[in-house]
């Protein structure tokens, strides 16, 4: 008998789990017959703890002790702008972990975010082993395909924690098209439009029969369908301080209503034009023995106007993603629609004009991705059983940049977005001063120039190293990424042959005041660019502009060699020709960028001057 495997699509809203049976992949419903499980965790006042629908169901009465939406805060640090966004609109109250992660705290009990995915996955895995009536552990599980490195590590902790073995992780639309795709043998290329509860990505993917090769990926881990949810309650809390001068979110119970009520409205307008909303006794004005009630009309084209915004951003993303990838919207012969969110007419026909393309209709949307798991997790294992190949292959890309910070805080990619994993890249650098005995690598991922804006997976320090010239020390950095999007690093000092590794861990995050310091005052550890493209060109600009300005200089010094105006203004010259040599010598990127711009006005006045001098 062949081995027990499935995929789950562990979703910011609902969960899925799958399996793949005589070569057909299916999804697995729960005891209740749904085939979606919400991703709830409840904590009752007893202590006991509740999952999936039962925490539900329960979530009004306890609002501040379920947690709904937890993957917007897997893998985050503290500081991040979501998680401060989130802490406004959450009823269960969020805390800093020692080591600058989030955690939930449930009856002063404190969670991590991995913890309580894992009580999603541990149910999911539940579900199958009910279906099976035996034990499950393989799995494969999917993430957002704009996850960063520590958003995966994080899911595979949930994964580590629920007792499940994760075979892989798979980028969720990467995923969806392994389901459409599966045993058609079709040559075709596909987007795949994938809107959920919380996130949302867009993937372009050459499908040639087994071979699932994706060109390029982008997304917004922050928008999804919780996002179109908090328009309305927001539009139904002004609505209701307006009446009554009174404000819903004051009261935890009363939010959780509205925001039920506004789920339930969103989906009903995706197949009617209007709906009531009505919520008896939402709250009794202070003072008064009357109850208030809630009652509103929203209808299609009020929603559409409320959200309008965030359909444009996902369009938007898609129109960076094929700019940036290089790729050619008329080349994409079927766009498929993955998550709930997809199914708003409205966000249909955007998806429908910005590629000229009617999406395909064979794909369910909320069931597509867990599909595809399973079918990924079948191949995987049927390959390691039999010591073969598997039947299909898949090409995956990495979302962000990768790379680390240099002097000034600049940051060096390494490893471009876009690029096709599992991949290796190794860089040489070098010391910025006389005699430095020690190196800090920062990793960073991001988009970027800056390092400070971007997420940062870890740092090392290379210590002992030889006292020499700076500039001569070579330190070889290689990054490592595998199939499943995971950084790991080694540096090298090649004098010495000594080398030191990371492997950047979710875990071990840093808070933002560590980071911060990390990144502004490490200025003794500093690393530069050994002959990097930019250090290059930066190089070159600056030298062809002294020779320029040497050029230039004892022309106009022979006309103006009375003039004090003149003379002041070559002594300038001369300051900056002197800070453009120090800044090759230390390769300081930042200097060489303003000392170009500087030499750029210089020049432009020098001939501006000697112009004029022939002709008089
Ligand atoms: P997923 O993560 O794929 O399960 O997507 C869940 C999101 O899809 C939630 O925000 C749901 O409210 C939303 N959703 C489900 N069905 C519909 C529908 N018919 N119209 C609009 N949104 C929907």
């Given at each position: 008998?062949?081995?027990?495997?499935?995929?789950?699509?562990?979703?910011t809203t609902?969960?899925?789990?799958?399996?793949?049976?005589?070569?057909?992949?299916?999804?697995?419903?729960?005891?209740?017959?749904?085939?979606?499980?919400?991703?709830?965790?409840?904590?009752?006042?007893?202590?006991?703890?509740?999952?999936?629908?039962?925490?539900?169901?329960?979530?009004?009465?306890?609002?501040?002790?379920?947690?709904y939406a937890?993957?917007r805060?897997?893998?985050?640090?503290?500081?991040?702008?979501a998680?401060?966004r989130a802490?406004q609109v959450l009823p269960?109250?969020?805390?800093?972990?020692?080591?600058?992660?989030?955690?939930?705290?449930?009856?002063?009990?404190?969670?991590?975010?991995?913890?309580?995915?894992?009580?999603?996955?541990?149910?999911?895995?539940?579900?199958?082993?009910?279906?099976?009536?035996?034990?499950?552990?393989?799995?494969?599980?999917?993430?957002?395909?704009?996850?960063?490195?520590?958003?995966?590590?994080?899911?595979?902790?949930?994964?580590?924690?629920?007792?499940?073995?994760?075979?892989?992780?798979?980028?969720?639309?990467?995923?969806?098209?392994?389901?459409?795709?599966?045993?058609?043998?079709?040559?075709?290329?596909?987007?795949?439009?994938?809107l959920g509860g919380g996130t949302f990505?867009?993937?372009?993917?050459?499908?040639?029969?087994?071979?699932?090769?994706?060109?390029?990926?982008?997304?917004d881990?922050y928008l999804g369908g919780e996002d179109f949810d908090q328009r309305i309650v927001e539009w139904l809390v002004f609505g209701f301080a307006k009446?009554?001068?009174?404000d819903l979110r004051?009261?935890?119970?009363a939010l959780q209503r509205l925001r039920d009520a506004a789920e339930q409205a969103k989906v009903q307008l995706s197949?009617?034009?209007t709906t009531?909303i009505?919520l008896?006794?939402?709250?009794?004005?202070?003072?008064?023995?009357?109850?208030?009630?809630l009652?509103r009309t929203l209808t299609r084209e009020k929603l559409e106007e409320l959200t309008a915004d965030l359909v444009e951003r996902s369009v938007?993303?898609?129109?960076?993603?094929?700019?940036?990838?290089?790729?050619?919207?008329?080349?994409?012969?079927?766009?498929?629609?993955?998550g709930g969110q997809t199914r708003m007419p409205r966000v249909?026909?955007m998806?429908?004009?910005?590629?000229?393309?009617?999406?395909?209709?064979?794909?369910?949307?909320?069931?597509?991705?867990?599909?595809?798991?399973?079918?990924?997790?079948?191949?995987?294992?049927?390959?390691?059983?039999?010591?073969?190949?598997?039947?299909?292959?898949?090409?995956?890309?990495?979302?962000?940049?990768?790379?680390?910070?240099?002097?000034?805080?600049?940051?060096?990619?390494?490893?471009?977005?876009?690029?096709?994993?599992?991949?290796?890249?190794?860089?040489?650098?070098?010391?910025?001063?006389?005699?430095?005995?020690?190196?800090?690598?920062?990793?960073?991922?991001?988009?970027?120039?800056?390092?400070?804006?971007?997420?940062?997976?870890?740092?090392?320090?290379?210590?002992?190293?030889?006292?020499?010239?700076?500039?001569?020390?070579?330190?070889?950095?290689?990054?490592?990424?595998?199939?499943?999007?995971?950084?790991?690093?080694?540096?090298?000092?090649?004098?010495?042959?000594?080398?030191?590794?990371?492997?950047?861990?979710?875990?071990?995050?840093?808070?933002?005041?560590?980071?911060?310091?990390?990144?502004?005052?490490?200025?003794?550890?500093?690393?530069?660019?050994?002959?990097?493209?930019?250090?290059?060109?930066?190089?070159?600009?600056?030298?062809?502009?002294?020779?320029?300005?040497?050029?230039?200089?004892?022309?106009?010094?022979?006309?103006?060699?009375?003039?004090?105006?003149?003379?002041?203004?070559?002594?300038?010259?001369?300051?900056?020709?002197?800070?453009?040599?120090?800044?090759?010598?230390?390769?300081?990127?930042?200097?060489?960028?303003?000392?170009?711009?500087?030499?750029?006005?210089?020049?432009?006045?020098?001939?501006?001057?000697?112009?004029?001098?022939?002709?008089?």
């Amino acid at each position: 008998m062949s081995e027990r495997v499935i995929g789950i699509d562990l979703g910011t809203t609902n969960s899925c789990v799958a399996t793949v049976e005589g070569g057909v992949p299916k999804v697995i419903a729960n005891k209740g017959g749904y085939k979606t499980t919400p991703s709830m965790v409840a904590i009752s006042e007893a202590g006991r703890r509740l999952v999936g629908h039962i925490a539900k169901r329960q979530a009004i009465t306890n609002a501040n002790n379920t947690v709904y939406a937890a993957k917007r805060l897997i893998g985050r640090k503290w500081t991040h702008p979501a998680v401060q966004r989130a802490r406004q609109v959450l009823p269960y109250k969020l805390v800093e972990g020692e080591t600058g992660d989030v955690r939930i705290e449930l009856h002063d009990k404190t969670y991590s975010i991995p913890e309580l995915s894992a009580i999603v996955l541990s149910e999911m895995k539940k579900v199958a082993e009910d279906y099976f009536g035996g034990p499950v552990e393989k799995a494969v599980v999917t993430i957002p395909a704009y996850f960063n490195d520590g958003q995966r590590q994080a899911t595979k902790d949930a994964g580590r924690i629920a007792g499940l073995d994760v075979i892989r992780i798979i980028n969720e639309p990467t995923a969806a098209a392994l389901a459409y795709g599966f045993k058609k043998n079709i040559r075709k290329r596909v987007a795949v439009f994938d809107l959920g509860g919380g996130t949302f990505d867009i993937s372009v993917l050459d499908i040639q029969d087994g071979v699932f090769e994706v060109l390029a990926t982008a997304g917004d881990t922050y928008l999804g369908g919780e996002d179109f949810d908090q328009r309305i309650v927001e539009w139904l809390v002004f609505g209701f301080a307006k009446e009554h001068k009174l404000d819903l979110r004051t009261d935890v119970m009363a939010l959780q209503r509205l925001r039920d009520a506004a789920e339930q409205a969103k989906v009903q307008l995706s197949s009617t034009t209007t709906t009531d909303i009505n919520l008896p006794f939402i709250m009794s004005a202070s003072g008064k023995q009357d109850a208030l009630h809630l009652q509103r009309t929203l209808t299609r084209e009020k929603l559409e106007e409320l959200t309008a915004d965030l359909v444009e951003r996902s369009v938007e993303i898609c129109d960076r993603m094929l700019k940036e990838a290089r790729l050619d919207k008329a080349d994409i012969e079927e766009v498929v629609l993955v998550g709930g969110q997809t199914r708003m007419p409205r966000v249909q026909q955007m998806v429908k004009a910005f590629f000229g393309l009617d999406p395909a209709k064979s794909v369910h949307p909320d069931e597509v991705v867990a599909l595809g798991a399973a079918v990924q997790a079948a191949a995987l294992v049927n390959a390691q059983q039999s010591g073969s190949q598997p039947d299909l292959l898949l090409l995956d890309v990495t979302p962000l940049n990768l790379g680390i910070m240099i002097a000034g805080g600049y940051f060096n990619t390494l490893i471009p977005a876009n690029t096709t994993v599992p991949t290796s890249k190794s860089h040489t650098f070098t010391t910025v001063r006389d005699n430095q005995t020690a190196v800090k690598i920062v990793v960073l991922q991001g988009e970027s120039d800056v390092s400070k804006q971007n997420e940062m997976l870890g740092e090392f320090i290379l210590t002992d190293l030889p006292a020499m010239p700076r500039g001569t020390m070579e330190i070889e950095v290689t990054f490592d990424i595998s199939p499943e999007g995971i950084v790991s690093v080694f540096a090298k000092d090649k004098a010495t042959g000594r080398e030191q590794s990371i492997q950047v861990t979710a875990t071990s995050r840093m808070s933002e005041d560590e980071l911060q310091h990390v990144l502004e005052a490490n200025e003794e550890f500093a690393v530069a660019e050994k002959n990097t493209e930019v250090f290059q060109t930066l190089r070159n600009d600056v030298e062809r502009h002294l020779r320029e300005v040497d050029s230039l200089v004892p022309k106009v010094r022979e006309f103006l060699s009375a003039s004090d105006f003149g003379e002041d203004a070559l002594k300038k010259v001369e300051t900056q020709k002197e800070r453009a040599r120090r800044a090759i010598q230390m390769q300081d990127i930042p200097a060489l960028k303003e000392v170009r711009e500087k030499l750029e006005r210089a020049n432009t006045m020098l001939k501006g001057v000697a112009e004029r001098v022939a002709g008089t």
